[in-house]
Each structure stands twice: as structure tokens, then as C-alpha cells.
């Protein structure tokens, strides 16, 4: 069982930045994908960015440039690094880990980014 913690949402200005992490439990962090998803009101969930266990990254086109993921594998956290923040950037966004044997998912609390001035 994986036990996903994130932190670091809140209000900013268009153009500003926030970094969100995701603590995480269990001793085999290591050998999962994780990944940033964000719902916002009256959409669907979508991918944000993923990394894997080795270390790849992909992104959604929209924040290509603007938003970086990146893992620590030995304090068992995920980061997501979101610069140049649009409106269109405001939603819940929910940190997720994914066993590659069983592609159980396994999902945080989430955290609120609110865009707007």
C-alpha cells in the first residue's frame, strides 16, 4: 500500500509560480511511475506530467515550458515546479503513483492551485 501526502497549492498571480511535492510512503517508491494529475470544476481528471522510475518525463502540451516534475527517490518525493501560472491552470491537483507489476493506482488528497488576481 502506497500513502500519497501533497502539499503546496494556494493563490497566485498570473505569471507567479508555485511548487507542489507529494511525500510518500513505503520503501519501494522507488519502482513506481508517479505523476500530477488536476481536475478543475466541470472537467475530467487529466495528466499533467508523469516521470518514471528511471527518471523520464513527459508533459501535457499545455505546460509544456512552464511546468518541470522531478522525484527524489531516497526522501520518497515528487515535486512539480509550476512557473509563468495562467488562469486556465487553476484546479485540484493530485499527486499518483502507479505499481508497474499490478498498474494498481494509488492517489493523494489533493491540493487547490488557484490562478487569479
Known amino acids: 500500500q502506497v500513502q500519497l501526502v501533497e502539499s503546496g497549492g494556494g493563490l497566485v498571480q498570473p505569471g507567479g509560480s508555485l511548487r507542489l511535492s507529494c511525500a510518500a510512503s513505503g520503501r519501494i517508491f522507488r519502482f513506481y511511475s508517479m505523476g500530477w494529475y488536476r481536475q478543475a470544476p466541470g472537467k475530467q481528471r487529466e495528466l499533467v506530467a508523469g516521470i518514471g522510475s528511471g527518471g523520464s518525463t513527459n508533459y501535457a502540451d499545455s505546460v509544456k515550458g512552464r511546468f518541470t516534475i522531478s522525484r527524489d527517490n531516497v526522501k520518497n518525493t515528487l515535486w512539480l515546479q509550476m512557473n509563468s501560472l495562467e488562469p486556465e491552470d487553476t484546479a485540484v491537483y493530485y499527486c499518483?503513483?502507479?505499481?508497474?507489476?499490478?498498474?494498481?493506482?494509488?492517489w493523494g488528497q489533493g491540493t487547490q492551485v488557484t490562478v487569479s488576481s
Open positions: 499518483n503513483s502507479r505499481n508497474p507489476l499490478t498498474e494498481a493506482d494509488y
